[in-house]
């Protein structure tokens, strides 16, 4: 199998539960695949279908996902084809031709038309080596994108009594894992579960000051690089995009308030890399299996950390580092439960539960890896993972948090409990706003007790007290109460942690995975190399990262290769992609060398 990688993919090495997964398929036992998105899913089937005699079939949800897929099967020399509504009467029966000569190894499918009867029948005649359905989650009920149509696949077993089933999916929950099993009529299934763990993602989630100003601080961070900023809702998206527009960023809108053909224009702009960013309400995303999305930014919390796992998890599919940037503020948590707030009552509690639990990630401080793994039933080996705010110090804790923590919490007892967060911090940093003039709050002996800092520092503190329990928020208004465990930090029985305010910054070692991806490659040769291929993207017509992933240019930049057996040995360069490309890169790669005074390998 090590073979095949190498000559099709141009890997040396699996990736974490491949060779497990790779060994089920080979053994014809069913099988359950759970790894997250990024994890190599897909080279699960499609490495073992060019070692084992018949065709493999691929049920696949989305026509965008196959031809995605097929694309870039092609490109690696695998013969590989789809069968699709988009395909015209000529090109289908061209590839049933080329399945019956035996002349293809995988083919793609949706679910509807691998069950219509013409097709079973087509496919009985042909020899299998097994069946995958990836996206498998789709299957199930449980799970947060069921359709219908999938639920048709439990006919399979009974139509290809004897061919294995394989099922793939990036949802770890318990009962969906059960589900697929139960519904595909799986036979003593191994099931694989890889770790959740996104190493090569940086979170970071801060308090919204200014979207714009926080967004293009990013944005300023990568120029040129792919990347998506998710807000929560269309005007947000037409007003922030507009915004950016103006100052220069290519960015374009992506809703479900736009027509098809603009949202389609975006997203193939978006995948073409005609565009850098897309700004998106959550409607954008599935189907985009785009590998070198550098950044995923969000403008407002998400309703739940599974709606944010999933989002994030776009980002950096190619294991190189990437950036996840959560603004969130305690008026999405409103917004949110405003818009739940028709469902059914017990339907409800869950939303209710799932959207606090997003909010005390968003205020908590400790690590982000950890916190995403824990709730997701898994646990992270080591302290401190080199990769979230919290871990890279750049959460540092202030000094004297206690007397902080007591002015503010008599400060809500001054106001008699009558009163939410932003007031409160206002009435603390002494504001002349005319409410509080009114109410004379003015005349409190904790106005303006916390002057010093800036409304926006204590009303995070706030927040911090309300994630450590110190404050109660009331259901309804988010009225601010004292409970028993902040009476004892007045006592001064307790301590809380507490933000440093934001500019002071501390660096702290960055984690390994994300040290390695740019470790001893020059970048200006990558970018160089960044363009030579989009330019043969555009001429072909795919997608840049169909051509040569990020990881292979950087490779290709640190080891500056001057002949075809040194380019073969470049990450993600197998035998095909070498003959077709590889004069082009290798002929830049001199060049670049030689007016930079660089040494080529
Ligand atoms: P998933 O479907 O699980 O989200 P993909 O199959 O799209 O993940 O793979 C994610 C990325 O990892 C792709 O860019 C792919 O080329 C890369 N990849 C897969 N297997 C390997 C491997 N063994 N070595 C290096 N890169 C790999
Ligand atoms: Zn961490």
Not at 102 to 126: A, H, N, Q, W
Request: aromatic content about 8%; hydrophobic content about 35%; some cysteine.
């Amino acid at each position: 199998m090590k073979a095949v990688l190498k000559k099709y993919w141009g890997f040396d090495d699996f990736l974490p539960l491949q060779e497990e997964a790779i060994k089920c398929v080979l053994s014809g036992r069913d099988s359950i695949v759970v790894l997250p998105t990024g994890g190599g899913k897909s080279l699960c089937f499609q490495a073992p279908a060019m070692a084992m005699d018949g065709l493999a079939i691929v049920v696949s949800p989305l026509i965008s996902l196959m031809k995605d897929q097929v694309d870039a099967l092609s490109e690696c020399g695998v013969a590989a084809v789809r069968i699709d509504s988009t395909l015209t009467g000529r090109e289908k029966s061209e590839t049933f031709s080329r399945i019956r000569r035996g002349e293809v190894k995988i083919v793609y499918l949706s679910p509807e038309r691998i069950m219509t009867e013409g097709f079973t029948e087509f496919l009985r005649d042909t020899p299998l080596s097994f069946i995958a359905i990836d996206e498998a989650h789709c299957i199930s009920h449980w799970g947060h994108d069921f359709r219908p149509e999938y639920r048709q696949l439990g006919r399979l077993k009974r139509c290809f009594p004897g061919v294995a089933l394989h099922s793939y999916t990036a949802t770890a929950t318990e009962p969906v894992r059960k589900d697929i099993a139960l519904q595909l009529g799986l036979k003593n299934p191994e099931v694989l579960v890889g770790s959740f763990d996104r190493p090569n993602l940086i979170y970071r989630a801060c308090r919204r000051t200014s979207r714009l100003k926080q967004v293009c601080r990013v944005l300023d961070k990568h120029p040129g690089d792919s990347g998506i900023v998710y807000c929560i809702r269309r005007r947000d998206v037409d007003d922030l995009c507009a915004a950016l527009r103006e100052r220069g960023y290519r960015a374009v809108p992506y809703h479900a308030g736009m027509t098809a053909g603009d949202r389609k224009q975006n997203q193939d702009d978006f995948i073409a890399e005609k565009i850098d960013i897309i700004v998106a309400t959550i409607a954008f995303g599935m189907g985009i299996d785009k590998s070198n999305v550098r950044y995923v930014i969000h403008t407002g919390m998400p309703k739940s950390l599974e709606h944010y796992q999933q989002e994030s998890g776009r980002a950096g599919r190619d294991g190189l580092d990437a950036e996840c940037h959560l603004f969130y503020s305690g008026g999405d948590y409103a917004v949110w439960k405003s818009l739940i707030g028709d469902l059914e009552p017990e339907v409800h509690a869950i939303a209710l539960e799932k959207l606090s639990r997003m909010y005390d990630y968003c205020t908590g401080i400790t690590c982000r890896h950890k916190a995403l793994l824990e709730y997701f039933g898994q646990t992270l080996e080591g302290n401190n993972c080199g990769a979230c705010d919290a871990c890279l110090d750049e959460l540092s804790l202030i000094e004297g948090s206690l007397v902080i923590a007591r002015k503010i919490l008599s400060c809500v007892v001054r106001l008699r409990e009558r009163f939410g967060g932003d007031y409160t911090a206002q009435v603390l940093t002494g504001s002349q706003d005319k409410r509080i003039l009114q109410n004379s709050h003015d005349r409190l002996s904790t106005y303006g007790l916390l002057s010093e800092f800036s409304r926006n520092v204590v009303r995070g503190w706030i927040e911090q007290l309300v994630s450590q329990g110190y404050i109660r928020k009331s259901e309804d208004y988010g009225v601010l109460k004292v409970p028993p465990a902040g009476w004892r930090v007045m006592k001064g029985e307790e301590t809380p942690r507490l933000l440093k305010p934001p500019e002071k910054k501390a660096r702290a070692a960055v984690s390994r995975a994300i040290k390695d991806s740019w470790e001893g490659v020059d970048r200006g040769l990558f970018e160089a190399l960044r363009e030579l291929r989009s330019g043969i993207a555009a001429k072909k017509g795919l997608p840049a990262y169909i051509v040569f992933g990020d990881a292979a240019l950087r490779d290709m930049a640190r080891r500056r290769p001057s002949t075809r057996a040194g380019f073969l040995q470049v990450t993600g360069v197998g035998e095909k992609k070498c003959r077709r490309y590889g004069d082009d890169f290798l002929e830049l790669i001199k060049d670049y060398c030689v007016s930079h005074g660089l040494e080529v390998e």
